[in-house]
């Protein structure tokens, strides 16, 4: 993995998505993901985490079906313009095996990227969220190499049976429709940490998602960061945003609308 990159002098666009969420059961979001795969202008792609909403393992790409038509899209766009990405926590279980049929260039959580004279530090942002403890809990046990090898050793049809509970359980706890959502909107990452880290690596720019908040501000008067936009095309309020950095700095821009275009 790389934990510093610069960007080439070639590079005249630079896109970072994260949160897209990738399942059977979001057609929209997955269609107007493939289009802007096939489509987009970037001269270079990072995503941030959570590519998909639940990753069983690489030998899922073996098997005709969805994480195979994903993992192909993958490939044919990382032949034209080179793709980075680093874990969420949804997505941890993307081993070698993938990063190779894919052509990803799998990078550290967090790197720091180098561009059009200014330094930029990536991150998925969840293990800056030290506010939310559970989580911080469950992290410790599902990103230790015992437990995931431990999972994996599992024959991928249990694997299935299993994400698909987690999804289940997920649902029939969310009594209110906007309970998730309204989780998201008061999460934050740890601003002293960020810090930390951004003074750590020579950065003065955080890019993460995690939180299901775009937004950008100040952590200090000279320290800054952009959260990216999760991708929620097939729900009542569709939202999928692209973050594209040029050397006239970072623009958003929202792919909603585009379809067919």
Same mark, same amino acid.
């Given at each position: 993995?790389?934990? #510093? ?5 070639? %590079?005249? !666009?630079?896109?970072? /998505? #994260? ?12 269609? /107007? ?18 590519? $998909?909403?639940? %990753? ?27 793709? $980075? ?6 997505? $941890? ?5 993938? $990063? ?88 934050? /990452? ?6 930390? %880290?951004?003074? !750590? ?16 501000? #100040? ?11 999760? %991708? ?30």
């Amino acid at each position: 993995m790389k934990n #510093s990159i610069l960007a080439l002098p070639c %590079w005249n !666009q630079i896109d970072f /998505i #994260s949160d897209i969420h990738l399942s059977e059961q979001h057609p929209e979001t997955y269609s /107007i993901w493939l289009q802007y795969l096939q489509n987009n202008k970037a001269d270079a792609i990072f995503i941030l985490g959570d590519l $998909f909403e639940a %990753w069983v393992g690489d030998d899922a790409i073996l098997e005709t079906g969805f994480e195979r038509n994903c993992a192909l899209a993958l490939a044919q766009c990382s032949l034209q313009k080179p793709l $980075f990405m680093l874990h969420g926590n949804r997505d $941890f279980f993307t081993k070698q095996a993938f $990063f190779d049929f894919t052509g990803i260039q799998q990078i550290d959580d967090p790197c720091k990227l180098s561009a059009f004279g200014k330094h930029y530090l990536l991150s998925h942002g969840d293990a800056l969220c030290t506010s939310d403890t559970d989580y911080m809990q469950l992290r410790s046990v599902v990103r230790s190499p015992n437990w995931q090898t431990a999972v994996l050793a599992q024959p991928l049809a249990a694997r299935r049976q299993m994400a698909d509970k987690i999804k289940a359980d997920k649902l029939s706890t969310t009594t209110e429709p906007l309970k998730d959502s309204n989780f998201y909107k008061n999460l934050d /990452i740890n601003h002293d940490l960020a810090i930390e %880290w951004l003074n !750590q690596h020579g950065c003065n720019c955080l890019i993460h998602g995690h939180t299901h908040k775009p937004q950008e501000d #100040s952590l200090n008067l000279e320290l800054y960061r952009w959260v990216l936009s999760d %991708w929620e095309v097939d729900h009542r309020h569709p939202r999928a945003e692209v973050l594209s950095l040029t050397e006239q700095g970072l623009t958003r821009v929202s792919l909603i609308g585009t379809q067919n275009k």
